[in-house]
Structures are given as C-alpha cells and as structure tokens.
C-alpha cells in the first residue's frame, strides 16, 4: 500500500524487522532498518523521492559506478533524548557537503529540499530504529552514485541518490594506536581528498591494513609532498594538545572539511580553550613527546565522535600519550554527545528535530 507526505511517495514493508534486533548488542553499520529513500536522476532532472522497505539495487553491469568510481556519501547520526524525540546535529552542513563532494566527481547537484524532506520524513518513519542504549544512535547514510551504464570513460547520465539507516553502537571501543604514514598518501593537491568520495576509502584500505598488520589501529596521513605535516586519520579529523593548547591542521584540498572537526573547534574555544589552527610538524610532535609537552591526540569525526589516541608510531619508533585525568578529548565529547542527545543547552543551535 503507497500513501504519500509532502512530496514522497511511501511504499511500507509488510512485517517490520525490527524486534529481530538486538538493541542491548549494536555493532556499528551492519544492522540497517526496515525502510530506505530512494531518488533517481534521469532525462537531466532529480525525479520525486520514494520510500520503500530496505533492499537490494539492480544495476546494468555497465552502470558507470562499477567502472568509473562516480559515488559520493555522507555520513550522519540520529539521536533519541530521554522524553523520545528524534534529533539531528546540523544536517544542513551535511546537504552542502554532499553537493560540494558530488560537484568534484560530476554528479549532478541534488535539490536541498530532496535531502532535507527525503532524510526528515524518513527518519519520522524509522523513529523507533532509533537505540537508546549509551554511545548507540541511528547511523543514517544518503549516498550517490552513476548508475547510468556505458563504457566511455564520461560522466554517467543517470544517479540514484539513497539515504539508509543502521542502529549502531560505538565505532571504536576504547582508545586507538595510529601509525604516522610517509609512504603511501590519501590525497594531493588539486585531487579528490576533500570530496566524500567512494574512491578516497578504497585507497587507504591497503595501507591502513599494513598499518593494521603492525598493532596499529589506523593511519595518520601526511602531506604527500613531504610527509612531514600531519593532516587527518581517513575517517576522522585529528587534533591535538601541546601543553594546554589544542592545535588542528587547516583544511585543505586535501583534508575533509569535517562537521565534528568545525565543532569541536566552537566548542573548544567556548570553554576558554586555546585553540590554534595550524599545520603540525611530525618532528614537532615527537620532540613535544618526548619533552613531555605532548599530552593528547584525538580524532573527531561523526562515526567515533572523538576517539583517543593512546599512542602513535613513526618509522620504527612508538611514542606513547599520558592517561590524563581531566583530559579534553573527554570534556569535548561530553559537551558536544550532550547537544546531541538534548541532554544540554545547545548555545550553537545546531540540534535539529525530526520529530
Ligand atoms: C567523514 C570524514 C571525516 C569526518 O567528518 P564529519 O563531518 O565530522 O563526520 C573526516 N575525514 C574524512 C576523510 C571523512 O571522510
């Protein structure tokens, strides 16, 4: 049975799924809820989304997808506070950065208001996929990609831009080892490195598993130039404390302009952080290391939140972080899950109801 919201036609499945799942026991995006949002570009146009029960794609073998890469996504959470309402945390950031990612691999933009209406009338009817359960929040990822088939290497002429939804746990448990890389690169000058495009993960699956192979759990990317500056983890922006300052490399064509990045920057400088937004040395953090004055590493990003760092390696050497008591990775997270589960002001107003 079709019925329709605002603009969106919505086919519901037959029998949820959902008291199947374990709620008490989330692993992180491998659960997805009963329904999904699909929108087709065809004939130059963004056609009228759909919302249908979670399933397979069928795809022409010769979608461009497959051959040429053409995909981009985002990645978002939804959160449910203690009187049951769902939230966002700045979606509208998320639309912006998917069209600037899509505009990189020529993809046509998409309309805000398809995002907007597709992801807030999706996430009304997929509330109570929403978790409960500490650290666990809804995962919701809208992702385009060619589906338009043909083998001259050219942009395709048909997309489907989806948004799907799984209940999730936390992404890492516990704190993370990385390994500051200086032979293979992430990104370049003038390429794809600031784009959330499909591609610039495949080519750090390798490395990373190296880097995995060694104890460690993820990679620090350096500058392909020199690899003598630190620029971010691959899924996550990296920040880090020399004495009491908190220091995060600039944005660039070749770093992502992360969400959590930009607010735990707000956030710092609104507890009286000092805040410096600079390129960090490689051979700066490790004299800081060793003299001591290096007391904290952390990625921000929206699957880990803010995940921290116990320790890094360079070359042959690991160089290990204090425990600190009263560290920032945790006053920052505290503050910034506490905007996000409406569990505190949000000074910013960067909470966003869905219902
Ligand atoms: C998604 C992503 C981040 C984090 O961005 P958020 O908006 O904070 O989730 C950082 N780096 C890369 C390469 C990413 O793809």
Known sequence: METKTGNIIIEKIKESKITKVDFSNLPFGKVYSDHMLVCDYKDGAWQAPRIMPYGPVSLDPSAKIFHYGQSVFEGMKAYKDAEGRAWLFRPEENQKRLNISSKRISIPELPKEIFMEGLTTLLKLEKDWIPTTPGSSLYVRPFIFASGSGLHASPADQYKFFIVCAPSGPYFAGKIKVLIEEKYSRAANGGVGYAKAGGNYAGQFYPTQLAQDKGYQQVIWTDDNTHEYIEEAGAMNIFVRINDTLMTSPVSDRILDGVTRK?????????????????????????????????????????????????????????????????????????????????????????????
């Open 263 to 355: 607010s735990v920057i707000d956030i710092a400088k609104a507890e009286g952080i000092p805040v410096e937004i600079r390129k960090i040395r490689v051979e700066e953090l490790i004299s800081a290391s060793k003299n001591g004055s290096l007391k904290e590493m952390f990625g921000a990003g929206t699957a880990a939140v803010i995940s921290p760092v116990s320790g890094f390696g360079h070359r042959e050497s690991d160089y290990s972080l204090p425990e600190l008591e009263n560290s920032y990775a945790a006053l920052l997270k505290k503050r910034i899950t506490d905007i996000q589960y409406n569990k505190a002001e949000d000074p910013f107003g960067w909470r966003f109801q869905v219902g």
